[in-house]
């Protein structure tokens, strides 16, 4: 008897599987109520970090994704989505047109960045990023940081590469 259990287990489960199929393959918003749709979550540099909320990844899971698709300055993905698999597909820009951004090699578990606070008052102009998303302004002395005017958090890091106008 304990087989025949099994055995009407397996074939109720081979028949669900097979009916979603069926029904994800006939059905555009089944397919994307059932396997979910790719989330962005960098856009021309900035880190969607609203998405990534929803995601329920941090941003060091997602810096770990873009250094496994060999990214090693934030500033030069164009875009990078978190596919329905779990993977990370990501678009950098053309190298002409990449852009000043927050480096994420070495991870910063490995080596911590200065970071500056809002109200710190820079001695030596300073291009500088945003922590959360990854903004980068240049700041001259002299004046105190403010919060991102982008996402409006607080914290900043000198950890930058490339060139951005400073006008």
């Known amino acids: 008897v ?12 081979v028949l669900l599987d097979r ?3 069926r ?3 006939s059905s555009e918003r089944a397919e994307r109520m059932i396997e979910g ?25 997602l810096f770990q994704y873009l250094r496994l698709q060999g990214v090693e300055n934030l500033g030069a993905v164009r875009e990078a989505y978190m596919e329905q698999s779990g993977s990370v597909s990501v678009f950098p820009l ?13 991870p910063w578990e490995l080596d911590q960045p200065q ?3 809002r109200g710190v ?8 990023g945003c922590v959360q998303c990854g903004h980068v302004h240049y700041f001259t002395p002299g004046v105190a940081l403010p919060v991102c005017d982008c996402c409006g ?10 060139v951005q106008s400073t006008t």
């Open 37 to 61: 749709s790719p989330v962005l979550l960098v856009h021309n540099g900035l880190v969607e970090y609203e998405r990534l909320a929803q995601l329920t990844i941090n941003r060091d899971e």
């Open 19 to 21: 009916g979603l199929d």
């Open 121 to 128: 008052t820079l001695d030596t102009a300073k291009l500088l």
């Open 153 to 162: 958090y607080n914290t900043w890091t000198d950890r930058v590469a490339g």
């Open 94 to 106: 053309p190298d002409a047109e990449a852009k000043a951004g927050i480096l994420i090699v070495p």
């Open 115 to 117: 970071w500056y606070g």
């Open 23 to 25: 029904l994800v393959a």
């Open 2 to 13: 304990p087989l025949l259990h099994a055995m009407s287990v397996i074939t109720v489960v």
